[in-house]
């Protein structure tokens, strides 16, 4: 007898255990996998799916299945990535060997990346203050916003030669930050439709 009850307990402990085991690894990633999906059906509605699925996925826990966070982390993402390819041409500017023509364009270049910076930051600041009573005002805002820093970009791109070496980095990454905020902006357009 007394053999069989600490196997009974043991047997009792393995099954509570083994339930334990499969219940929590059973909710964590359908969790993950309904984020995923939010935001893999969400991108499928912007120009550039395939970055903005990539750009996003990792943020999955943060936004869930919230539109408006959605939103907001497609901003932050730009944000961040404008922000570090405005530095990575800071540097390119002093580092390469140009021609005038293309020294003259870099300077524009970094113009326009900086106004499309604080367009994204302003952006980034009117959806911070979104209430129920001051929705479509602080949209349209958010919206204008974004799309002068896209306008922006696009600018800074066009004065470089995409023939040359130095032409095709440059546009390479204004090219990259203009799809996320093309991504960026429908996604805003998808909250604020939700709204209308």
Same mark, same amino acid.
């Given at each position: 007898?007394?053999?069989?009850?600490?196997?009974?307990?043991?047997?009792?402990?393995?099954?509570?255990?083994?339930?334990?085991?499969?219940?929590?690894?059973?909710?964590?990633?359908?969790?993950?996998?309904?984020?995923?999906?939010?935001?893999?059906?969400?991108?499928?509605?912007?120009?550039?799916?395939?970055?903005?699925?990539?750009?996003?996925?990792?943020?999955? @826990?943060?936004?869930?299945? @919230?539109?408006?966070?959605?939103?907001?982390?497609?901003?932050?993402?730009?944000?961040?990535?404008?922000?570090?390819?405005?530095?990575?041409?800071?540097?390119? @500017?002093?580092?390469?060997?140009?021609?005038?023509?293309?020294?003259?364009?870099?300077?524009?270049?970094?113009?326009?990346?900086?106004?499309?910076?604080?367009?994204?930051?302003?952006?980034?600041?009117?959806?911070?203050?979104?209430?129920?009573?001051?929705?479509?005002?602080?949209? @349209?805002?958010?919206?204008?916003?974004?799309?002068?820093?896209?306008?922006?970009?696009?600018?800074?791109?066009?004065?470089?030669?995409?023939?040359?070496?130095?032409?095709?980095?440059?546009?390479?990454?204004?090219?990259?930050?203009?799809?996320?905020?093309?991504?960026?902006?429908?996604?805003?357009?998808?909250?604020?439709?939700?709204?209308?």
């Amino acid at each position: 007898m007394e053999c069989s009850i600490p196997k009974q307990f043991l047997r009792l402990f393995l099954i509570v255990l083994a339930i334990n085991i499969n219940s929590s690894s059973a909710t964590k990633p359908i969790a993950s996998k309904t984020s995923t999906d939010f935001i893999k059906a969400s991108c499928s509605y912007t120009t550039y799916p395939t970055l903005c699925f990539t750009s996003l996925a990792s943020h999955a @826990s943060f936004i869930q299945t @919230s539109p408006k966070l959605l939103a907001h982390a497609a901003l932050n993402v730009t944000l961040s990535t404008a922000k570090s390819t405005s530095a990575m041409m800071f540097q390119l @500017s002093k580092s390469l060997l140009m021609k005038p023509r293309e020294a003259e364009a870099m300077q524009d270049c970094l113009e326009e990346l900086s106004d499309s910076v604080d367009e994204l930051q302003r952006s980034l600041a009117e959806m911070g203050q979104i209430k129920s009573s001051n929705f479509q005002l602080t949209m @349209s805002d958010t919206q204008t916003w974004v799309s002068a820093a896209l306008t922006d970009e696009s600018t800074c791109s066009d004065g470089f030669d995409r023939n040359t070496k130095n032409g095709k980095v440059v546009w390479e990454r204004i090219l990259n930050i203009a799809h996320l905020t093309s991504n960026a902006l429908a996604l805003i357009n998808m909250y604020a439709s939700l709204h209308a």
